[in-house]
């Protein structure tokens, strides 16, 4: 069975995360969601909450599963049994940090390869603040996010 780990903070998934996770898991037999619960960015949904958004948005995808984890990524990736831990790369901005991310999780566990791919160019721009700010400030965000998140977001921002 080839696993592999997509981790990230997920705060909500949006469209740029799901085209990822769709064509990485074509290519393993077993794609895990890995939430990460404690991180500086203090998320507006709680662990939970972001799980549940991944689980109702990728029903399509049977061969995925969302978990939480508090720690490091490699290790994780070692109790899991996955091979390789698949990242999301938008910009050349973004490389910097994913190499040096890479590179240090190669010296922790060499056994785990780290992998990156493009999203669909239509995605390129999309994270999960600029989705919030957006949402916040009572702009549309459907072609962003699945129904579901836009859904939670909006209670969110009324209440
Ligand atoms: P962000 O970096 O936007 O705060 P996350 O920490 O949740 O989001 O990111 C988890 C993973 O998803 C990272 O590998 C990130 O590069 C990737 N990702 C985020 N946004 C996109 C996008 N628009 N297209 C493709 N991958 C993305």
């Known amino acids: 069975m080839k696993r592999i780990i ?3 903070t997920f705060d909500p998934i949006h469209n740029g995360h799901i085209d990822i996770a769709n064509r990485a898991s074509h290519l393993f037999d077993e794609l895990i ?3 990460a619960i404690n991180n500086e960015k203090e998320p507006l949904l709680s662990s939970a909450e972001r799980e549940n958004l991944i689980t ?3 029903v399509h995808l049977t061969n995925v599963r969302v978990e939480s984890f508090d720690g490091l990524v490699v290790n994780y990736a070692k109790r899991s049994g996955a091979i390789a831990i698949i990242r999301g790369l938008r910009h050349v901005s973004d490389f910097e940090f994913e190499f040096q991310m890479a590179m240090m999780n190669y010296n922790l566990n060499p056994d785990i390869t780290s ?3 493009m999203p669909d160019e239509k995605y390129i721009h999309l994270n ?7 949402a916040r400030l009572g702009g549309d965000i459907t072609d962003y996010v699945p129904d579901i998140v836009k859904k939670v977001l909006l209670a969110k921002y009324k209440a």
């Open 6 to 8: 997509y981790p990230g």
């Open 56 to 58: 109702r948005s990728t």
């Open 115 to 117: 992998m990156f791919m």
């Open 33 to 35: 969601f890995v939430v």
């Open 128 to 134: 999960s603040t600029i989705v919030k700010d957006v």
